[in-house]
């Protein structure tokens, strides 16, 4: 007979005791699929845990298992940002683009050999996961990189997602995880019959399965979905012997959360090629999506040293696999026209499954693809998904006695606004700008996006509702739109009126790296945006520019310094600025880099080499070009300094065949400090 606790003492020694037996048990039939008891045991210790809580609420914690249950629905999530940039990973197809990569990490880091550790890329949502004190307290999106839409609640729901770690963190220690939420392929089938009965449209694809579940406002909706999760990177913890990137993968199994199945060590770039070739075949009997591996430089201080670009690690990529393929036929070639102007060629086929998803369109790119394939209406085509996500047209295939239609020919003006078209290489552009009502809605959703101007609430639905409707004929007329006006529209009410006229009035502030990127220059993205603003520093001074001059910025080439000068030449972009100046945008400047006082590295061109006690190798290059220097991965005649620090292998001969001035690290904080180190006195 069992003996109810009575004491508070009691009360709460059994709460923890049932608290710890149901999290073992969730993590042994969850994560690694082992269950020690049977269904209806499990059941009997969930019901004397709810039981004692609903006896003892204010005993209730929010890691407790009982806490899984979704909560009310919210209005929005909220925006969060992350501890560490989530940054995407560069994606490679060829073996010889993956040798590429082995061969400029082992040049950068002045090395023989590099260790790799390799997992396979589930297909599905990436979130951040934060854990202080053990405990589970936020989760986020990926969103922009930088700020994510916070899904606690959401990811709460998740069975495998630990809410109490299993070994107890210090006190004061804040665990930051990166996963991915994904669905089984059995899970995946079984939610869309479920759908299907109830007169609900099916999922695609268990990714969008995953990514629709997830974003729930309505998080109760999401506990009945079936979400599994595997952890993939952990930041911000202090562990013994934390020295790779396997440990910390380790230390999250220790901890209780779900890592990647079929993850390994591979000491040469050969034995990544064969682990990606095991993983392709063993693809179609794996019971979840995966659409490629993750190949991650092994040692933590190697990572470090390797640093990032601005939106990708440069110690990891993505070896994708081939994409799946179908044959089906062409119906109609028609002609999309996007926000840059671009006339892109779209194949509509006959509907064909390839990888789970329904394809009915593909792109047939430009004029060059057009014109190399010969794809023409009625042809029977091989259709692949790139990436196992965009559809292409792989190419015609013959069939013996078909009369084939006429050559596809591009359109001598837009398809939307009839202006007439202009061919840049192999791309042909509609030259009516602004005045495009197709240009004009590509524009307004990037404009408005999280990376540009991050106005919060305008959509594509709300886009094409203002250019539809004729409130918006240009960029500059977003900042005259008004609560009335919003309330005709489909889908508004008085609050998310409100909310939509206040957010267009706050972006009216702009930090000019977003404004630029936001305004859609051709070949201008985010970083190009960050490199023009700091060596420009304010919108007039761009205005002015000549492409001359922009060449000469590093990191900007011809292409770039063209379109960046054709477009600030063109009247009518002219007069969309003027207006939004008129209507109180205000463009912020940034401090350029040629105006900054104590320059004294200006022009000078710096190589590291080795590691550096005083500081990480991207601390290092932040601190040379804050003073105007520039940091490259490689020792030439125009390098002017090479610092090297231990270990310091290759560069260092170069730098001493070639005559390059060495400074050791004493002598690098010196010249950091305006100084005058030894080895250049």
């Known amino acids: ?83 560490y940039p989530m940054l995407s990973l560069d994606s490679h197809l060829n073996i010889e683009d993956v040798k590429a990569f082995d061969q400029r990490v082992r040049r950068e880091l002045d090395v023989e050999a590099v260790e790799y550790a390799v997992e396979p890329k589930f297909d599905g949502l990436s979130v951040e996961l934060i854990y202080e004190n053990g405990s589970f307290v936020r989760g986020s999106t990926r969103g922009d990189g930088l700020i994510g839409e916070d899904i606690t609640l959401n990811l709460r729901t998740i069975r495998p997602l630990p809410l109490k770690l299993q070994e107890r963190m ?10 991915e939420v994904y669905m089984r392929l059995e899970d995946f089938h079984e939610l869309n019959r479920r759908l299907t009965e109830n007169n609900e449209e099916p999922f695609a694809n268990p990714r969008n399965g995953a990514a629709g579940s997830l974003r729930q ?27 790779t990137h396997w440990d910390s993968i380790s230390l999250l199994e220790q901890l209780g959360l779900p890592i990647p199945q079929y993850r390994r060590r591979c000491q040469t770039i050969e034995e990544v090629i064969a682990f990606h070739k095991e993983m392709a075949e063993q693809r179609d009997q794996l019971p979840f999506e995966i659409d490629g591996i993750v190949v991650k430089v092994n ?26 393929k179908e044959i089906t036929k062409v119906h109609q070639i028609i002609v999309s026209v996007g926000r840059t102007g671009a006339l892109t060629p779209i194949a509509l086929l006959n509907p064909v499954e390839i990888g789970g998803v329904t394809v009915s369109r593909a792109t047939l790119h430009n004029v060059e693809e057009v014109a190399r394939k010969d794809i023409r209406p009625g042809d029977t085509v091989k259709v692949e998904r790139a990436g196992d996500v965009i559809p292409d047209i792989v190419e015609r295939v013959p069939v013996k006695g078909e009369v084939r239609s006429d050559p596809f020919v591009f359109p001598t003006e837009c398809p939307v606004c009839h202006s007439a078209t202009l061919q840049e290489g192999p791309i042909i552009y509609c030259t009516g700008q602004t005045v495009c ?41 977003l900042f005259t739109v008004n609560k009335e006006q919003l309330l005709k529209l489909e889908g508004f009410a008085e609050k998310s009126a409100t909310q939509l006229v206040e957010a267009i009035e706050k972006s009216k502030q702009a930090p000019l790296p977003r404004f630029l990127f936001g305004l859609g220059i051709r070949h201008v993205g985010a970083h190009i945006a960050q490199v023009l603003a700091r ?100 020792v030439s005649k125009q390098t002017d300094y090479v610092v090297a620090g231990k270990e310091a292998g290759s560069k260092l001969n170069k730098a001493e065949q070639l005559k390059v001035t060495v400074l050791d690290e004493e002598e690098f904080k010196s010249i950091l400090d305006g100084g005058s180190p030894s080895a250049l006195e």
């Open 1 to 83: 007979m069992t003996v109810s606790p009575t004491t508070p003492q009691e009360v709460q020694k059994k709460l923890e005791e049932l608290r710890a037996t149901i999290r073992r048990h969730d993590h042994l039939y969850y994560v690694i699929n082992r269950p020690e008891i049977s269904d209806s045991e499990y059941d009997r210790l969930f019901r004397a845990l709810q039981a004692l809580e609903a006896q003892y609420p204010e005993r209730i914690t929010p890691d407790s298992p009982t806490q899984r249950v979704g909560a009310p629905p919210l209005e929005q999530f909220k925006k969060v940002p992350h501890e």
């Open 299 to 324: 040692r933590q201080n190697w990572q470090e040293a390797l640093g990032e670009k601005s939106r990708s690690p440069r110690w990891a990529i993505a070896f994708k696999f081939p994409a799946r």
């Open 170 to 179: 210090a006190p004061s220690l804040t665990l930051v995880v990166r996963g």
């Open 217 to 243: 406002l309505d998080s109760r909706i999401t506990a009945d979905r079936p979400l599994t999760l595997t952890c993939y990177d952990l930041r911000g913890a202090i562990f013994q012997g934390g020295k």
């Open 437 to 477: 009502p197709a240009q004009l809605k590509g524009s307004l959703e990037h404009f408005a996006s999280k990376g540009a101007m991050n106005i919060d609430g305008l959509g594509k639905k709300t886009v094409a509702q203002f250019v539809d409707q004729g409130l918006v004929k240009d960029l500059s007329d």
């Open 535 to 634: 060596h420009i520093g304010s919108l007039e001074g761009l205005m002015i520019s000549y492409k001359e001059d922009l060449q000469a910025l590093h990191e900007i080439g011809p292409e770039i310094a063209s379109s960046v000068e054709s477009f600030f030449q063109e009247p009518r972009n002219l007069d969309v600025l003027k207006r939004m100046e008129d209507l109180g945008v205000r463009v912020g400047t940034v401090e350029r880099l040629s105006d900054r006082t104590n320059q004294p590295l200006a022009g000078k061109i710096f190589v590291l080499t080795g590691t550096l006690e005083g500081f990480s190798r991207q601390e290092a290059k932040q601190k040379i070009e804050s003073q105007g220097g520039r940091v490259t991965s490689s």
